[in-house]
């Protein structure tokens, strides 16, 4: 796999655990439904989940 496109899948996982925080913790903020806010912190660990399997997968790859 080029490097390039591993800086591109890193990016991606990292920022989506980053969006989905960020719309946590907004919806949280503005009084929005304890149940929406819940399901995107849970969303939040999914995704840190698979950026981690990613980011080790790539620091594996690279040796």
Do not use: E
Request: hydrophobic share 60%.
């Amino acid at each position: 796999m080029p490097i390039a496109a591993t800086h591109y899948l890193v990016a991606g996982a990292v920022g989506a655990v980053a969006l989905v925080l960020l719309f946590g913790l907004v919806n949280m903020m503005r009084g929005g439904s304890p149940n929406t806010s819940q399901k995107l912190m849970r969303w939040r660990v999914g995704l840190q989940f698979v950026a981690i399997i990613i980011i080790m997968g790539v620091l594996w790859l690279r040796g």
